[in-house]
């Protein structure tokens, strides 16, 4: 699975808010620091905005300011926003929809749920203040590991 290009930019322009601590950034510092063509910036801003993650300010001197707490939000929360899933296969949405018909007994499916819920594990187990405060490799997999057993 590949992130979206939208989804990768959209946790980026969240991770640069948070560094600001609530101050507004104009979006021309966003795009620069970030890699992020301006118009593209736009488009993410409009997503990002219609879930409160952040808010807008336009005009010459515009730009965006974080609305949430870095802490609070999850890359589970950006992810689904993004991407629309976070689900691997079609046959995991809550449908469960297989072109065979076999979804309950699959054993394919048996493993993707498995892959599924390290997935969910990850995404729910970091957060942007996570990333923007560099969270080392181990920890990842210790919130990983430590949220998969919990269940």
């Not at 046959?91 to 699959?106: I, K, T």
């Amino acid at each position: 699975m590949q992130l979206k290009t939208t989804t990768d930019y959209a946790i980026r322009v969240l991770v640069c808010l948070a560094a600001q601590k609530g101050k507004i950034v104009p979006s021309g510092v966003i795009a620069e620091s970030m890699g992020i063509p301006r118009k593209y910036l736009t488009h993410i801003g409009m997503v990002l905005k219609s879930d409160d993650f952040i808010e807008s300010y336009p005009g010459a001197y515009g730009g965006y300011r974080l609305l949430k707490d870095a802490e609070e939000i999850r890359l589970l929360d950006v992810v689904s926003l993004l991407e629309g899933t976070v689900r691997l296969n079609r046959c995991l949405e809550n449908d469960c929809y297989c072109s065979r018909g076999a979804a309950p007994d699959c054993p394919v499916r048996k493993c993707y749920e498995v892959m599924q819920q390290k997935w969910e594990s990850f995404l729910r187990g970091i957060t942007i203040a996570d990333i923007l405060a560099g969270i080392e490799k181990e920890e990842v997999e210790k919130r990983i590991d430590g949220a998969a057993h919990q269940k």
